[in-house]
């Protein structure tokens, strides 16, 4: 082939590319998605108002650029490969926030939003000043890790005042006994791509609440593991790194397979576990329905009349049916889902132990009613 004849191929080939581009993006803005299940949020859309004056203050167009970032055909693929160059050739620690260590996947924060931590330590505290006042039961704080802390304190990366998070919530909650569960954990404990813990992992975690909480002696020694794969992390696609698939392990024995949950909203009566919930989009979802306003947990094999009513985030969905067990009932409260002056009228505090378990992660949003 002559050197025209590659000059007019080369130059086709190109203009076949350009005009495959332009029919895809002409395609995507007719169907523009709504929301990406990958990256776990809205996408942008074509401004709505354009008028003279948002185009002149820039507002119009800088909701198109992110239109045109969000809908841009193959966008996912672009994603992988930009995260693999930086993190694989560019030798970078972290892509778009995220690093990997070991093959465990973390969201890279190097501060707390302060705005965030005070509304939800604020909630907290209306929640006790409301309904503990005169509380005739005990009353506990346990606060969980992101896996950030551990990537800090293991390889050095950057990371919030996680000293400072714990002040706050001590003095602003002073009718609460802290509970300290960092130096219970590793990272090891954490799946490798997901931000949650691993049930099967908990046991160091359980022992000291059940120290604490004065439940360790009614809870069973055995336990059988099960495994569930794969399991596809949230990490997994927020990433864009896209690695092997997990397996997720969880535990069962007499006690727990003879527990009930009823949810308080649908009126449905299920299991601890959900199997069919593993196969949605949140795998997590398999302990205790996911993130439901205000459950019921019951132990009829329970060895005491002792009950719990526990507020907490998903990370307490796992290891709830572990806790479950020294327990006759246990009352599991989302207040991300559930409005904390509404809860009177639904639960009876008197008599009742409370433990608030929530993760730095949820603290640091602005997700509580």
């Known amino acids: ?21 332009v029919l895809l993006c002409a395609l995507r803005a007719r169907d523009p998605l709504t929301y990406s299940s990958v990256e776990k949020r809205p996408m942008a ?7 003279w004056q948002s185009v002149v203050d820039k507002t119009s167009i800088e909701q198109f650029e992110d239109f045109t970032v969000d809908q841009f055909p193959l966008r996912e693929f672009f994603r992988s490969v930009k995260a ?15 690093a990997v260590e070991d093959g465990s996947i973390a969201e890279i924060k190097s501060s707390f939003n302060q705005q965030h931590l005070d509304h939800s330590i604020g909630r907290l505290a209306y929640i006790c000043d409301r309904y503990l006042a005169d509380h005739d039961g005990n009353a506990y704080l346990a606060i969980i890790p992101d896996k950030n802390y551990y990537f800090a304190k ?6 919030p005042d996680y000293d400072a998070l714990i002040e706050q ?5 002073p009718a609460l006994e802290y509970i300290d569960l960092f130096d219970t954990l590793t990272l090891d404990d954490y799946y490798k791509t997901d931000w949650h813990w691993d049930q099967s992992k908990l046991a160091d975690v ?35 790194l896209y690695p092997a698939p997990e397996t997720m392990t969880y535990l069962t024995n007499d006690v727990i397979n003879d527990c009930t949950v009823y949810d308080y909203a649908t009126g449905e009566t299920t299991g601890v576990y959900v199997p069919s919930l593993f196969e949605s989009e949140t795998s997590y979802d398999f302990f205790l329905s996911g993130m439901k306003g205000l459950q019921r947990i019951d132990n009829p094999s329970a060895s005491t009349d002792d009950e719990l009513i526990v507020f907490r985030d998903s990370f307490g969905s796992s290891i709830l049916p572990l806790i479950a067990q020294g ?7 989302d207040i991300r889902n559930v409005i ?11 008599g009742k132990d409370v433990l608030f378990l929530f993760s730095t992660t949820v603290l640091d949003s602005n997700t509580f009613k």
């Open 1 to 21: 082939m002559n050197q025209k004849a590659k000059n007019i191929a080369v130059t086709l080939t190109f203009c076949l590319f350009i005009a495959a581009a």
């Open 45 to 51: 859309q074509f401004p709505s108002n354009v008028t």
């Open 84 to 98: 693999r160059f930086v993190l694989n050739v560019l030798g970078l620690k972290e892509n778009n926030g995220y």
């Open 154 to 159: 293991d390889y050095g990366y950057p990371a």
């Open 169 to 173: 919530a001590k003095q602003q909650l």
């Open 206 to 240: 359980i022992g000291v609440l059940g120290e604490r909480m004065a439940f360790s002696n009614r809870l069973p020694a055995e336990y059988e593991q099960h495994a569930l794969a794969p399991f596809y992390g949230g990490y997994h696609d927020q990433s864009a």
């Open 327 to 333: 327990y006759r009932t246990v009352y599991v409260v």
């Open 340 to 350: 904390p002056a509404t809860l009177g009228s639904l639960l009876d505090f008197s």
